[in-house]
T-cell receptor, first 117, second 109 residues
Framework: GAVVSQHPSWVICKSGTSVKIECRSLDFQATTMFWYRQFPKQSLMLMATSNEGSKATYEQGVEKDKFLINHASLTLSTLTVTSAHPEDSSFYIC?????????????FGEGSRLTVL | GQNIDQPTEMTATEGAIVQINCTYQTSGFNGLFWYQQHAGEAPTFLSYNVLDGLEEKGRFSSFLSRSKGYSYLLLKELQMKDSASYLCAPMDSNYQLIWGAGTKLIIKP
């Protein structure tokens, strides 16, 4: 199957700093990538849909100025958590589908666990 | 609104069979996915149903009834490594996956 890779897997930062998480599709081109957040024992929550070459589409309640998404190439999307605070500590996961597969399997990255001190 | 209903937690014995039920309500429907998620890891794909009926894939089978808004995941010959959360995720008319909190399955020896 297709491969999606995230980096870093774990990150610890101080409150007020910014953290960048990368999501790469390794063997296919992804015009669209999805960013999720998951708190312990809760469901995946879609934060935003990243679109190559254009602005991301954010879900209701997600601050676009705090969670900056850049999809500069067909294989890379980045999520930057700006001025992180302890309540931003969570598991962040990206996913993508190969082109032409709207109803196909969604491939997930390994996830990035963010801890803000 | 859109809604997913799955049991929060289930317990089963190694070697046995377990069925995890899911009922859903979505705005439109483009199929339903089942994903497995081990603690601290990202979800991995198990199955996709778009037509009514049973799809079998090794030890795992998934069933769908669109008219009833109902699906189940059947796991046979349970192994300890099957201890995980199982996520039922229907896809709505916008091709968005709707995620519930999943069912935590605990396998006992």
């Amino acid at each position: 199957g297709a491969v999606v890779s995230q980096h870093p897997s774990w990150v610890i930062c101080k409150s007020g700093t910014s953290v960048k998480i990368e999501c790469r599709s390794l063997d296919f081109q992804a015009t669209t990538m999805f960013w999720y957040r998951q708190f312990p024992k809760q469901s995946l929550m879609l934060m935003a849909t990243s679109n190559e070459g254009s602005k991301a589409t954010y879900e209701q309640g997600v601050e676009k100025d705090k969670f900056l998404i850049n999809h500069a190439s067909l294989t890379l999307s980045t999520l930057t958590v700006t001025s992180a605070h302890p309540e931003d500590s969570s598991f962040y996961i990206c996913s993508a589908r190969p082109p032409g597969t709207d109803t196909g399997e969604l491939f997930f990255g390994e996830g990035s666990r963010l801890t803000v001190l | 609104g859109q809604n997913i209903d799955q049991p929060t937690e289930m317990t089963a014995t190694e070697g046995a069979i377990v069925q995890i039920n899911c009922t859903y309500q979505t705005s439109g429907f483009n199929g339903l996915f089942w994903y497995q998620q081990h603690a601290g890891e990202a979800p991995t794909f198990l199955s996709y149903n778009v037509l009514d009926g049973l799809e079998e894939k090794g030890r795992f089978s998934s069933f769908l009834s669109r008219s009833k808004g109902y699906s189940y995941l059947l796991l046979k010959e349970l192994q300890m490594k099957d201890s995980a959360s199982y996520l039922c995720a229907p896809m709505d008319s916008n091709y968005q996956l709707i995620w519930g909190a999943g069912t935590k399955l605990i396998i006992k020896p």
